[in-house]
T-cell receptor, first 114, second 108 residues
Framework: DGGITQSPKYLFRKEGQNVTLSCEQN?????MYWYRQDPGQGLRLIYY???????QKGDIAEGYSVSREKKESFPLTVTSAQKNPTAFYLC?????????????FGSGTRLTVV | DAKTTQPPSMDCAEGRAANLPCNHS???????VYWYRQIHSQGPQYIIH???NNETNEMASLIITEDRKSSTLILPHATLRDTAVYYC?????????FGQGTRLTINP
């Protein structure tokens, strides 16, 4: 079955360490996205990519970095510069940018920094 | 980006119709309205979208006012499994921008 796989589901890290969250899709979607969600809040866009080897900052990109070397993969690195990294992170993909239909979301990674 | 305004929470009795309002007074003529929902600790799920005509699918109906400044999502026969946060979104600059949404609770 096609879908998005995020791993791991839960992740614990010490403060000051960089951590990379994995996101893989086998839907042949061109566009991919990373969102952050804090308790009781809506989703906020971190980065998005419309095509391989290209990505744009979202609303809260500071302290995060991404790469898009392959169509299927869009890993997110949470760096030590991110002041409050503990959150629920969701990856999504869509067939193409510019439409709100067909977004598929992963099951998320819950990151806790201690 | 066009912004949307939704009530933070609503309740509905099981079996009744749930009507979720959304204001989007700054929407442009060619911008669609999308509805997604998020069940606790899962990724959002697409429900429906529309431009200016009313739309219906197997999940819900979408009623858009003639001036397009507001819309209503209708779940015709709400079940307990419809308890979720519902997001009304106007697509902004190539990607979905989620607001706070409406937390809908279906009561038995």
């Amino acid at each position: 079955d096609g879908g998005i796989t995020q791993s791991p589901k839960y992740l614990f890290r010490k403060e000051g360490q960089n951590v990379t969250l994995s996101c893989e899709q086998n839907l042949n979607h061109d566009a991919m996205y990373w969102y952050r969600q804090d308790p009781g809040q809506g989703l906020r866009l971190i980065y998005y990519s419309q095509i391989v080897n290209d990505f744009q900052k979202g609303d809260i990109a500071e302290g995060y970095s991404v790469s898009r070397e392959k169509k299927e993969s869009f890993p997110l690195t949470v760096t030590s510069a991110q002041k409050n990294p503990t959150a629920f992170y969701l990856c999504a993909s869509s067939p193409e940018a510019g439409t709100g239909v067909g977004y598929t979301f992963g099951s998320g990674t819950r990151l806790t920094v201690v | 980006d066009a912004k949307t305004t939704q009530p933070p929470s609503m309740d509905c009795a099981e079996g009744r119709a749930a009507n979720l309002p959304c204001n989007h007074s700054t929407i442009s003529g060619n911008e669609y309205v999308y509805w997604y929902r998020q069940i606790h600790s899962q990724g959002p799920q697409y429900i429906i979208h529309g431009l200016k005509n009313n739309e219906t699918n197997e999940m819900a109906s979408l009623i858009i006012t003639e001036d397009r400044k507001s819309s209503t999502l209708i779940l015709p026969h709400a079940t307990l499994r419809d308890t979720a946060v519902y997001y009304c979104i106007v697509l902004g600059a190539q990607k979905l921008v989620f607001g706070q949404g409406t937390r809908l609770t279906i009561n038995p």
